[in-house]
């Protein structure tokens, strides 16, 4: 499994980002995909999870109300949609797949089976 992440950028406190994870090579109904974060100086840390049906999902408690992860597999995408973004949320963010998986596992296990190159957001005062 392939995946790319894309969409992060700079904004400012208060605003919107939409991010993008394709994903590529072959995925089963048994597949988790989520999204973690890593700040300077931070460990990586769980942001959201999505189920591969898209039924079910996980968010950290730092992002609940805020951030949404959605997926459509007609496109083999998953996306996280940021929005009150406050300066803390500044990190480059990775995109993850799991196999034999789920949301809430996703939120707890300390290994995940595929990860994507970062995309940074930076998130302005």
């Known amino acids: 499994v392939q995946l790319q992440a894309s969409g992060g950028g700079l904004v400012q406190a208060g605003g919107s980002l939409r991010l993008s994870c394709a994903v590529s090579?072959?995925?089963?109904?048994?597949?988790?995909l989520g999204w973690f974060r890593q700040a300077p100086g931070k460990e990586r840390e769980f942001v959201a999870a999505?189920?591969?049906?898209?039924?079910?999902?996980n968010y950290a408690d730092s992002v609940k109300g805020r951030f949404t992860i959605s997926r459509d597999n007609a496109k083999n995408t998953v996306y996280l949609q940021m929005n009150s973004l406050k300066p803390e949320d500044t990190a480059v963010y990775y995109c993850?797949?799991?196999?034999?998986?789920?949301?809430?596992?996703?939120?707890?296990?300390?290994?995940?089976?595929?990860w994507g190159q970062g995309t940074l957001v930076t998130v302005s005062s």
């Open positions: 993850v797949a799991d196999r034999l998986s789920s949301p809430q596992s996703m939120g707890i296990t300390p290994r995940h089976d595929y």
């Open positions: 090579g072959r995925t089963f109904s048994t597949d988790a």
């Open positions: 999505v189920s591969w049906s898209g039924a079910r999902t």
